[in-house]
């Protein structure tokens, strides 16, 4: 059974840091591209990063560039999505998902297996 447990999420000022961390189980993690969205309240899930099966490649959306960093750790089984200089408009329940796949697709429609979300909350 696949599943995805996220952790990390809080709330924080304008300008701080947090690491998010999603645990992966019951499927072999090093097979699956990872990704990270984000829903805020009245919005549609939008991506923020993805991680290709070696940690190799990454990519992201243009308004976290240069803030997030989106790492995995294939003998631990996990993906991180390190959030820097955080603003506001970041504030949003971040979800981790996974796709077997060497694709490093962008939109939500394409991944199968997601976690329950963490919150992230950003006051100014």
């Known amino acids: 059974q696949v599943q995805l447990v996220e952790s990390g999420g809080g709330l924080v000022q304008a300008g701080d840091s947090l690491r998010l961390s999603c645990a992966a189980s019951?499927?072999?993690?090093?097979?699956?591209?990872m990704a990270w969205f984000r829903q805020a309240p009245g919005k549609e899930r939008e991506f923020v990063a993805v991680?290709?099966?070696?940690?190799?490649?990454?990519y992201y959306t243009d308004s976290v560039k240069g803030r997030f960093t989106i790492s995995r750790d294939n003998a631990k089984n996990t993906v991180s999505l390190q959030m820097n200089s955080l603003k506001p408009e970041d504030t949003a329940v971040y979800y981790c998902?996974?796709?077997?796949?060497?694709?490093?697709?962008?939109?939500?429609?394409?991944?199968?297996?997601w976690g329950q979300g963490t919150q992230v909350t950003v006051s100014s």
């Open positions: 019951g499927y072999t993690f090093s097979s699956y591209t």
């Open positions: 998902a996974a796709k077997r796949t060497i694709v490093q697709f962008t939109s939500s429609a394409q991944y199968d297996y």
């Open positions: 991680i290709n099966l070696n940690g190799v490649y990454t």
